[in-house]
């Protein structure tokens, strides 16, 4: 009998999670919310990964139609949760602002970066390296040396995806034209809910002889993808695989693995591994990657799919020179130099 309590003991001594009784796990999802298929769908695979792991509770909540929540709707949330999930960038100010009321409590931003808060850690996306390959294939593959860029709101985040195509693109074929659109201004987050929008605009660059179109817009990308297929002609998905959307048509996919973001951090709060600050997800740690172009890679020749992974090598090595435009948006270390 005191040797089974003396286990007991030790047992009781054993490092655990901070956390007396069942934690609470708060999840504020990005502009349209759950269901698009994409940014938000993506990000909750990997936080349903880490609930089926440690237990947890998940609260959600979707933002407005704007795609903004108030103050009080995240104190509210803040209150009945330990830990808090802030994705997209509309939510920047208003985490700050939160961590700074529950300074006892742990804030995890996806794909914003937040540094220098101590209850706040951030996962941020090298959505440049990943959108560089992406414009080198349609650099490769355009027929008509002209690509398109569909984006949802014209902010910084986006506005990488934009530059990193353009440049890939250019990186491949120096004479590609590449036609840019954004479904909505900054602050403006309708833009990446609005797929008939997408599909006008998509419409119109095939329209000025663009045969290849690459969309950062959430929602809104499901419209470009449509009317590529109407169109007869190519688009390229964003953050998850989309690949399946149209069979064919959706030349490959840029993914963003904001799953296994969302899964790490919270392992690590889990873990009492918190670790405020920044994390970077790239080329070189699997964080962003082409899809596996399993319905148009017969269209592709081994040619092409040869240059694109010495591309890719050649980014993980820093031996293509990368520097973005909203550099100054991110601290100096994000992309590489």
Do not use: C
Not at 52 to 70: A, M, W, Y
Not at 177 to 187: G, T
Not at 241 to 267: H, P
């Amino acid at each position: 009998m005191r040797n089974i309590l003396l286990f007991i003991s030790l047992l009781l001594l054993l490092p655990t999670t901070s956390f007396a009784k069942v934690p609470v796990v708060g999840f504020v999802t990005g502009v349209f919310g759950m269901g698009d298929l994409s940014f938000n769908d993506m990000t909750y695979g990997g936080i349903r990964k880490a609930q089926q792991e440690f237990g947890f509770k998940l609260i959600i909540v979707n933002p407005s139609k704007t795609g903004k929540s108030t103050l009080e709707d995240l104190t509210a949330l803040a209150d009945q949760s330990d830990i808090i999930i802030f994705l997209g960038a509309q939510h920047k100010q208003l985490t700050r602002q939160v961590a700074k009321i529950y300074p006892n409590k742990k804030f995890i931003s996806i794909d914003v970066p937040i540094d220098g808060v101590p209850n706040i850690s951030s996962a941020i996306f090298k959505q440049y390296e990943g959108s560089f390959l992406a414009g080198a294939l349609a650099g490769y593959m355009t027929k008509t040396h002209t690509v398109g860029f569909i984006g949802g709101a014209n902010i910084p985040t986006v506005q990488q995806f934009e530059q990193g195509f353009a440049d890939g693109a250019k990186y491949a074929e120096p004479n590609t034209e590449v036609l840019v659109e954004y479904a909505s201004p900054a602050e403006d987050f309708s833009g990446f809910s609005a797929p008939q929008k997408g599909y006008n605009l998509a419409v119109k660059q095939y329209n000025n002889n663009a045969d290849i179109i690459f969309t950062a817009a959430g929602l809104t990308g499901n419209g470009v993808i449509e009317a590529a297929r109407h169109t007869g002609n190519y688009a390229i998905g964003v953050d998850s695989d989309q690949d399946s959307f149209a069979k064919g048509t959706v030349l490959t996919s840029m993914i963003k693995r904001l799953d296994t973001a969302a899964y790490k951090e919270l392992e690590a709060v889990m873990n009492n591994h918190f670790s405020p600050g920044i994390t970077y997800y790239g080329l070189n740690n699997g964080g962003v990657s082409l899809s596996k172009m399993k319905y148009t890679r017969a269209k592709i020749s081994d040619e092409i799919l040869k240059k694109i992974d010495i591309i890719k090598d050649k980014i993980i090595k820093d031996e293509i020179p990368i520097v973005t435009k909203m550099q100054n948006n991110y601290t100096k270390n994000t992309m590489p130099q």
